[in-house]
């Protein structure tokens, strides 16, 4: 436990124990002879972007090292678990702030783990993370950029919003005590302290303000910000104040032994023994409340004391949560946790899945153990975020303890339960359990795919969108919204809800009066066949041969009938479509579409071949996705349509008529072509051969002649002849006088040669967009290499610009 508030105060006079180890001031830009070292190039860049996308926000220097101390002082705390000497260096574990209105210099000291000489080498000079360098180069210094950078977390480097000179003295159990300092320009440097060990362990951060950062000095000001970004941390945060009290004559007489330099005594009438003095001492004023939030009754803890406690966990200011759950899990584990759902899912989320994430933090008995543990919840819920204070969790928790021991399983069910608690909860509230959906539904049936035991559950949770209405609906209510007869869910997939609607599969339900589910996710499909069934009914594709609406015609005497009356047009577009389909039959579900392309039950149908298509990319060569691409569609022909029955007209006239009816093949291929593309398939022979046999349809309906070419003129461009070529080069040269260069830079003659050389290259003239000839303006270029001459530039500079 961190000592109490009062331990840190000192008595009125008395010599307060924090050093002030620095000594900045503006005439001293550089304090101390060291090392010098180079910042990292991806450390440079960040405080480049640092410094100019959260400019207007400067404050968020105070929130980052306010948590870098908090996490020092956790890290002590966590090692003296299981070393007890640990601490021996300095019992006190807090943060005190003071300022140094003089010296313009504020100073943040910790008594956490402190660095070593090696550790603010890396730590202050390097940026671990990986991918920094990717995603430093997607900024770009815009309003949005502030949203990523504050995710990614900016760090200690926002000291140089406000500072323009920082100075670390750091002491760690392992090391002397170091200085590291910096004025952010390129480099910094590193020296051993002469002053010996002050600190006793920890770190201070000694800020010199940038000219216009007065404000933090204020007390008030600092005040308010410390409160701000102290009010979660569980250490004590002290603001160090010096203070004047007025003591009986007698005191003045102790506080005169001490030697400090702050406390001073101002005797007001020495002549006079009796009367009171005034002392100036300092004192630290505790700032937080210091009591961990989730283990306060949760009737005392407000809205927004969450919604802020929530925010300081995710170390963005401005995020919010959807939704929380503050409980207490008793039995074969005991524990408190706070969990919560953030508004916005991470742009990372599934980026993450596959990675450690640091979505649970693990306290025992209030001490941090971890934040980098995968165990305490399934990958699919790593978009919680959660606070764990267990009583009897190991304190050694690393990963191989994490999956064998008994009470990290306990209360990773409990977490699992207390998740589905929640969303039954929020499910309740319509409109905000669609913000739900629309964030973390993705993240809902990957656990469908990977977490068998919560199936179930899972798929009552699951939302879609639907031709009942604009809103999302459960499986439940369609279950309920079922027609007489109807034995399966009806769904359909497609890239998004306004293709879905049109697709010659979905018309003939709706026309009938069918619900069908719009699965606009890609892996709808996937999740929907590990589900099987719900509630016993099973899941229907639209597209799929095998669709049985239950209120078919069950006369398959009318049915043989409609068979044997297509039977000429069936085998006229089966032979001529003979490599690109199974079969041909008369359709059942088609209302207005001619035509439609189904996939017979174990083959792909089109929004699985587009899914499909994604994987191969990386997987070129899988012979099962060969296999299943070359599988053939079942085409279907709608009886009741104008075009068919057309179609079926000339085939009966000419049973065998596909042999040498070229226009009708055309036709056929025609129809077969736009029937892939509206069932949502890609064209198979790509759209050049589609758009000739569309043509060719125009010329035959125009009565143009099918093999006549197109007649053209191309005027060929001439080549100039070299007498022009050099009188030009000559006339340009003209232009260049000795006199006008200056001695040492490019000569006339040497410019006379690019320029030639330059010509010729565009001889015969650049090809611009179109074949167009592009106009070159010599004379532009010219000036242009006149003013160049008077710069330093290279040569070479301009001979390539030229
Ligand atoms: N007060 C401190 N005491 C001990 N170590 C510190 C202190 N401040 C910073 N460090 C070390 O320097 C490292 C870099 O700090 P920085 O604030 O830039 O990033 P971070 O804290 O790791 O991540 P972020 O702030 O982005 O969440 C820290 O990881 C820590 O090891």
Redesign the pocket.
Known sequence: EAPSAQAAFNQPGEKVALPDNFAFDSQQPQIIQGEKFQFQTEVSRLMNIVINSLYKTPEIFLR??I???S??LD?IRFQSLTDSAALESNPNLNVTIAVHKDKRVIT?T?T????TKE?LQK??GT???SGTSEFLDTLSGDKADMDLIGK??????SVFLVADKVR?T?KNNNDDQYIWESTAVDDFTIAKDPAGNTLGR??Q?AIHLKEGQDQYLEDAKLQQLVQKYSEFINFPIYIRRTKTKTVEAETPKDVDTDDSEEAKVEDAKEETPAAPVTVTYQEDDLMNSNKPIWIRDPKSVSETEYQEFYSVLT?EPDAKSMAYSHFKAEGDVEFKAIMYIPNKAPKDLFQRVDNAHSNVKLYVKRVFITDDSAEFLPRWLGFLKVVVDAEDAPLNVSRETVQSNKSIKAIHKHLVKKMFDLLKTLSADEEKYAGFIKEYGTSLKLGALEDKAHIKKIGRLLRYHSSNSDKYTSLESYVSRMKKGQKDIFYFTGANVDEIKQSPFVESLLARGYEVLYMDDPIDEIVLQHIGNFEGKAFQNVAKSSLKLGDEDTDAESEKALEEKFLPLLDWMHATLLNDIEKVRVSKRLTTSPAALVANDFGWTANMERLMEGQAKQNKDAAMHQFMKSQKKILEINPGHPLIIGMLERASKDPKGYENDKHFQEMAKVLYDITLVRSGYSLKEGVKAFAGRVENMLRVNLGVDEAAEAVFEAPQAEERDQEEIDAEIEKRGDILKADDVEPGSITPEELNRMMKEFTESTNPPLAGPGGKKVEVNVDDIVAEAEQELDSDEPKEAIHDEL
């Open positions: 980052e090292l948590s870098n101390g996490d020092a890290k943040i910790d956490g783990i402190g660095m550790d730590n202050l940026i671990a993370k990614f977390g900016v760090g200690f480097y670390v750091s920890g770190t951060i170390r």
